[in-house]
């Protein structure tokens, strides 16, 4: 019956309706054309998710029928009730017994395949036998379907599978001489290994080439499951990885994406275990186009592929080096697709197509979508950082966008300068003005922060900084903490710059005496106080330590570290590729992945290794390690002679002397012989608060200053605050708390 005659069936019943016309069925029915019509309407409302639990004994005597269509609905009906109904259950067993020994091969797999999703007792343990002989049943596609209700009953009983040797018979489907009998093999055997509890599934030399033999017989998920499988095959000699590539690479011309992505994966995969350049290169080579072919399908695909080519180019750049052109965006692309482009045009961009790369750059910061153009303009500044040959023209762009005064546009070219100041250090200070004529247009904390920076930062070379940071210094307490820390810098870079300013004096004194008392942020109020004494006690040292020379920006830091890359190029193709973390950091019991050592792993790959650890299992909890020391019994003596310390004099006993006293530093127990080594003894005779009170700001402004120094006279520079003795807030009660809060 086509589908447009089974649509009449989708609408809903009553329960007693279908029953009554269940029992009317039995009497006049010779076809069982009512049966299959009857069967047919409760399929559907199980569809539609309609309760039709209640006729579960009506249709479990149909069962009985001969006809191939109603044992599948009925068998359809018992997956979706029968787990619900373990009292009945027991009803159904002798149609399962003897449909599992029918001679048609599609009962006895439909048999076998229903009992494998009912996690009842009474049914595994009629399932355990019936399964073993499926899975050495002469027909294959019964062999097939057993081996994918192993890994289901392995689900519902693990104990059970390894017992009765499954997980052997499993292994011996390897071997089989057909290849989707081999592909749902690997499948089950990846379902148990993948598991926390399970057994390891590892591949040897012989079984690999069976694998690859039957890959090119096997359908498209079949090839997925083959190719996935053969991650867990590790060289021992170069020449095994070679070969392994060369036969799998002809899978690249697929027309499957997902056979592709997984064929990539396999051919990154061995490559870590090969010498030749040559043959790596030719790889590389081969890989380009069937990822560029995948940007031709909708915009969801497009995305997983961008994401996976993203992790791809940081690892293998060869790959696309001459394709940036591919990843220009179209008009009609969504934001995802278009952001996601920008980021691989950054990371293919270099000398020789910088030009092209910043021309379309400049044109996506004229479009109308305002997170593009944000984007766009920071990728402008990452560009001049990255391609040196390009970064006039690249600062030639970047005022031509400060022209068009649009707000978003501003911010975030003020953003990127900061990074191109620190990168070429005395080249591009020209442009400052044209960013000071934008200073009050800036209402986004990150560009405040930067713009806060270069004026801090070149305040010797800027005439006016000092009235520039007092109008911004007139909403302190009203910014948000990102502000206010690069306010707070910038006052004090400035009274370096300029100590026998009076604007600069008043302004770092007002701002420290904002960042001492009346913020909440502790850590504003620390680096408050950190400048104060900095300041108070060695002008000289503070001038070397907040005018020190900057570490050089480059691009190393947009890369990912290599070993957590060839992490994540593991699961090329998957879920984890597209976070661009590892599946165990979001799915709840998943088994990492990392590459395996051996004699074939070349030295860059070895040199980046990453050990996973091996997680526990749900039900065994995980050796317990205490990083500090571990509790002691004591014998009846020391324990007394404790008390009576404890009860003597007026101490009080939660004092530190007292703690230190009563319970002096004890080694570590020793928990395991893989554990950390212990840490060093403590050396008590230092005392921990002569660095303190050598560092108070009382002993700082008592010491005499150093000859020749310019920043002797800063005392008056604060009149009669310095006097007031800086407090952590909450008022002057709290001074026997003083020196904690400022640790």
């Not at 290169?281 to 940007?295: E, H, R, T």
């Not at 530093?665 to 009170?693: C, H, M, Q, T």
Request: aromatic fraction near 6%.
């Amino acid at each position: 019956m086509s589908a447009g005659q089974d649509a009449k069936f989708f609408t809903r019943g009553k329960i007693e309706e279908f029953r009554a016309e269940l029992q009317a069925a039995e009497t006049k029915d010779k076809k069982y054309v009512k049966r299959k019509t009857v069967l047919k309407k409760i399929v559907a409302n199980i569809t539609m998710g309609s309760d039709m639990s209640p006729l579960f004994t009506d249709v479990v005597q149909c069962l009985g029928t001969p006809l191939l269509e109603i044992k599948k609905m009925v068998y359809l009906f018992l997956i979706s009730y029968g787990r619900s109904k373990p009292d009945l259950i027991h009803l159904v067993i002798p149609n399962f017994l003897q449909d599992c020994s029918d001679r048609n091969p599609l009962v006895r797999a439909l048999a076998i395949r229903t009992m494998s999703y009912i996690p009842i007792p009474v049914v595994t343990d009629a399932l355990s036998d019936n399964l073993r002989h499926a899975l050495k049943d002469r027909d294959p596609y019964v062999r097939k379907t057993a081996a994918i209700c192993v890994a289901k009953l392995y689900v519902a009983d693990s104990k059970r599978v390894e017992r009765a040797g499954f997980v052997d018979l499993l292994r011996n489907l390897l071997q089989d001489t057909n290849a989707t009998v081999i592909a749902n093999a690997v499948a089950a055997l990846t379902e148990i290994g993948d598991r926390p509890d399970g057994v390891v599934f590892r591949l040897d030399l012989p079984t690999t080439n069976k694998l690859l033999a039957a890959l090119g017989e096997s359908s498209e998920w079949g090839q997925i499951y083959i190719l996935d499988a053969l991650l867990r095959f590790v060289p021992s000699e170069t020449a095994d990885a070679e070969v392994i590539a060369e036969r799998i690479i002809v899978q690249l011309q697929h027309a499957n994406s997902a056979v592709v992505l997984t064929t990539i994966k396999a051919l990154l995969y061995y490559m870590n275990y090969m010498d030749n350049r040559r043959l790596m290169d030719y790889i590389c080579k081969k890989m380009g186009p069937p990822l560029v072919a995948l940007l031709s399908s909708g915009p969801e695909v497009q995305y997983v592929a961008l994401r996976n080519i993203l992790l791809i180019i940081q690892r293998r750049p060869t790959v696309l080096k001459n394709d940036v052109k591919v990843f220009f965006c179209k008009y009609n692309d969504p934001i995802y697709v278009k952001l996601a482009k920008l980021e691989i045009m950054y990371r293919l961009a270099r000398s020789e197509n910088a030009n092209e790369v910043l021309a379309e750059l400049q044109e996506y910061a004229s479009e109308v979508d305002v997170d593009f153009v944000r984007k766009a303009v920071r990728s402008i500044g990452r560009l001049a950082i990255k391609v040196e040959s390009a970064a006039d023209q690249c600062i030639k762009v970047l005022l031509e966008l400060l022209e068009t005064k649009v707000s978003y546009v501003v911010q975030e070219t003020v953003i990127v300068a900061k990074d191109i100041f620190r990168r070429y250090p005395g080249v591009y200070e020209g442009i400052i003005p044209k960013l000071c004529e934008n200073l009050d247009s800036l209402d986004e904390a990150e560009a405040k922060a930067a713009m806060v920076w270069i004026l801090g930062q070149f305040a010797d070379k800027i005439d006016n900084a000092d009235d520039l940071l007092d109008d911004l210094f007139h909403a302190f307490l009203e910014e948000t903490v990102e502000v206010q820390l690069a306010l707070l810098t910038a006052a004090v870079k400035l009274f370096v710059y300029k100590p026998k300013s009076e604007p600069a004096k008043k302004l770092v004194a007002k701002v420290l005496k904002w960042a001492t008392e009346e913020v909440d942020n502790p850590d504003l109020r620390d680096r408050g106080f950190m400048y104060w004494r900095l300041l108070a006690a060695n002008p000289t040292a503070a001038t070397e330590i907040v005018l020190a020379e900057k570490p050089p920006i480059t691009t190393d830091s947009d890369r990912m570290d290599r070993g957590a890359l060839d992490q994540l190029l593991l699961h090329t193709g998957t879920l984890g590729s597209i976070y661009h973390k590892n599946p165990e950091t979001f799915i709840r019991n998943a088994v990492g992945k990392a590459l395996t050592d051996s004699p074939a792993l070349n030295t860059n790959s070895r040199a980046t290794l990453v050990h996973v650890a091996v997680k526990h299992p749900s039900h065994v909890p995980p050796p317990v390690q205490i990083a500090g020391p571990g509790p002691v019994e004591l014998d009846a003596n020391a324990q007394a002679t404790e008390e009576t310390e404890a009860t003597e004099g007026d101490e009080d006993p939660l004092s530190p002397a007292n703690a230190q006293k009563d319970h002096p530093p004890l080694p570590r127990p020793s928990i395991s012989s893989e554990g950390p080594p212990p840490p060093p003894p403590r050396d008590d005779s230092v005392d921990p608060e002569a660095d303190e009170e050598a560092t108070s700001p009382i002993s700082m402004t008592s010491s005499s200053p150093p000859a020749n120094d310019p920043y002797s006279n800063l005392a008056g520079a604060f009149g009669n605050y310095l006097a007031d003795e800086p407090r952590p807030m909450g008022g002057a009660g709290q001074k026997g708390d003083y020196d904690d809060s400022l640790i």
